[in-house]
């Protein structure tokens, strides 16, 4: 078996011309080994869907190298075609064909392709092979799609924020999918808006900001990396009195920030943590309005590093 990864960008830039020049990914670096499930996370406008329509052969880059299943687009364009699928956000079939139609379709662009009813198996839509797609819920559309880049025994599977708008019942639907989809040797990169599937499914995550990788590691890793193990939280609309920076001088203390009327405060022990918080509360005249205690998430690693939440920002152009 081949040691080269699934796929290998070396200092990847992309700059979108015009009235005003705009570099949506800046010297990326990323490596996603053979067989991981690989989530790419960042704000809107980090270059996230740049860089996956790059590795996906939809988009060439202005500089730099990228390499799929040990293959360029450009050179191998059949051989890569064949050998990938892609589920985008958004995908739009005929309404008035059945899934099977709309399967048999797909099956008959691939040489050795799986068998229709093998296909449809795969994403549990049995119940579903002879309804029309427009009388389908989100969640059974998505898992089509999702069956649809699968006929061709891809290697390598893209997916883009491909739960955005389930409810959880179908998006855990779909990561079963996509878990045995691994289990059975595939590589997945997976973006989504969603830190509680990322936690879930990944091996390792890259936070992208600005075009630029900002983190890469394991989820576990990745909510290490804040130094703490705890988060108190206060809720008042004069938490902007408080003194953050005699909290964050206190060694149990290891960050603190002021936010849309909360003091988030991430802490070592939740012992000698709390108390720290509620002095300086009383210290500073705030009365609270609520207060939790939770331990640090993926979630908090990111508004860490970006100064943002997942879903912040504007869509990327």
């Known amino acids: 078996m081949t040691s080269a990864p699934a796929i290998e960008l070396r200092g990847m830039r992309k700059v979108y011309t015009g009235s005003k020049d705009v570099c949506a990914v800046d010297g990326l670096d990323m490596r996603v080994e053979r067989g991981e ?10 270059g996230k869907t740049t ?30 075609r ?16 059945t899934v099977r139609e709309l399967v048999e379709l797909f099956c008959s662009f691939y040489e050795s392709a799986r068998s229709v009813d093998e296909v449809i198996g795969l994403v549990a839509l049995e119940q579903k092979a002879g309804s029309r797609y ?3 819920s989100g969640g059974q559309k998505q898992r089509l799609a999702v069956a649809c880049a699968l006929v061709g025994r891809p290697d390598l599977l893209f997916l883009d924020e491909p739960t955005t708008g389930l409810d959880p019942q179908a ?20 973006t989504t808006h969603y830190m509680e599937e ?19 590691g394991s989820p576990e890793e ?7 193990a705890h988060i108190v939280e206060v809720h008042s609309p004069d938490v902007a009195r408080i003194d953050t920076a005699r909290l964050t001088a206190l060694p149990t203390v290891h960050d603190c920030t002021v ?19 509620l002095e300086a509360c009383e210290a500073a005249s705030v009365e609270l309005q609520d207060l939790t205690m939770r331990s640090t998430t993926l979630e908090d690693v990111f508004v860490h590093l970006t100064g943002r939440h997942l879903r912040d920002g504007e869509d990327e152009s």
Do not use: Y
Request: glycine fraction near 12%; charge should be negative; include cysteine.
């Open 82 to 97: 064949a050998r990938i699928g892609v589920t985008l956000q958004n995908t739009k079939f005929f309404d008035k064909q």
């Open 259 to 277: 936010q849309d009327g909360a003091l988030a405060v991430t802490v070592h022990e939740v012992h000698s943590g709390l108390p720290a918080v």
């Open 37 to 46: 499930v690989f989530g790419l996370l960042g704000p809107n406008g980090a």
């Open 51 to 80: 860089t996956v329509e790059i590795c996906e052969g939809l988009l060439s880059p202005t500089s730099g190298e990228v390499e799929v299943l040990g293959m360029r687009w450009g050179h191998d364009d059949r051989a890569l």
């Open 222 to 228: 990745l909510i290490a990396s804040l130094g703490a």
């Open 134 to 136: 427009m009388t389908l």
């Open 171 to 190: 998006r855990r639907q779909l990561w079963d999918v996509v878990q045995d989809f691994q289990r059975e040797g595939g590589t997945v990169l997976l």
């Open 198 to 216: 990322a936690a879930a499914m990944c091996d390792r995550i890259m936070i992208v900001d600005h075009g630029k990788s900002i983190a890469l």
